[in-house]
């Protein structure tokens, strides 16, 4: 089973039927596997802060959700996670990639990087960090955690636990 | 007609269906003329109602209506497509376009000079599309929830503003209250 495998059947065995995508090159093969499961309504949105709005509704709605993205995002949603989430006590698991990271080939991903952690430690929102690829058994212990205490979640992946970007 | 007008017509309609409701005045008036429980007011977040009323349409079967603005509709653009390609046939959009942040001063948004959102709604896939004057947002609603048929209606309207107190009821009572009717 690949890790993109693993970490999605985690998402439905902790019944996860409604996840929203906004795409990153390292999301890439779980974003496939979101796609072909079909436990999963994947509805791909179009910027990170109408994603939480799809997942708040779903969630309303009866369904848990999850959102994929990449941590330029946090630069996006400040508010929706604080106003939205937060502000009514909604559960949202975030799995990040956490670009910016060792082993990354672009350098303008490094200065979002640097602010990644800053930003979810400073909006209080319990903050998961995935190196090796051995990380990720704790998975399913973070999706009960998540909807157990209604926060947002944020689960950060960086190269170095996809793999790396490859031959560079 | 102005947005509370509008509100006052077709609170009889949209009491019994789940209603997503904007932020700000919009929310303030609804809250004021009809206050139910499958009433969602957004407190925070402008330009996530159609969001948030899709998501909750996606994941339960009974009728949602998002109540949004023309100025939050162009703050948060990419729901159009999103709406247009994720077809939830128990989903209404109401989008009351009266060409004005109400919320701010009535400072003029794009939609009441050049840009058409019924246009825009079309250009992005969007299949059941009515533009109605404020007079006929009732009846045009009413035919969209019979319809069973995910519609987008523009209402325009006149822009202005009554005095309306703000929301002081919890959020997570907000909240628990409509995922009751929801679930219900």
Known sequence: MSVSQKIVADLVANNIEFITTVPCKQLAGVIDEVEASPAIHHIPANKEDEGIG???????????????????????????LVTLTQFYRMPLPMLISYRGELREPVACQVEMAVHTKALLNQLHIPTYHF?????????????????????????????????????Q | ???????????????????????????????????????????GTMGLSSSIGLGVALAQDKKVISIDGDGSVLTNFGTLPTIA?????????????NGSYGSTGDQPTYAGMKTSLTAVAKACGCENVVECQAEDTGRV??????GNKMTIIVCKCESGNIKVPVITMDPVVIRDRFMKTAAG
């Not at chain 1, 369904?63 to 929706?80: C, D, F, H, L």
């Not at chain 2, 994720?86 to 989008?95: H, M, R, S, W, Y």
């Open chain 2, 1 to 43: 007609m102005i947005r509370s007008d509008v509100l006052r017509d077709i609170a009889p309609i949209i009491r019994d269906h789940l209603v997503v409701c904007n932020i700000g005045l919009p929310s303030q008036e609804l809250h004021l003329i009809d206050d139910q429980p499958s009433n969602f007011y957004m407190l």
């Open chain 2, 85 to 97: 390609n994720n077809v939830a046939d128990n989903f209404i959009l109401l989008i009351i376009d």
């Open chain 1, 131 to 167: 190196h090796k690829e051995a990380d990720a058994a704790e998975l399913d212990a973070i999706l009960k955690y998540t909807f157990m205490c209604n926060k947002p979640v944020a689960i950060l992946t960086d190269a170095s636990f996809w793999g790396g970007y490859g031959d």
């Open chain 1, 54 to 80: 799809l997942c708040a509704g779903a969630w309303m709605g009866g369904k848990r959700p999850a959102i994929i993205m990449q941590n330029t995002a946090i630069g996006v949603v400040v508010n929706t």
């Open chain 2, 141 to 146: 609603l009413q035919e969209a929830l019979d």
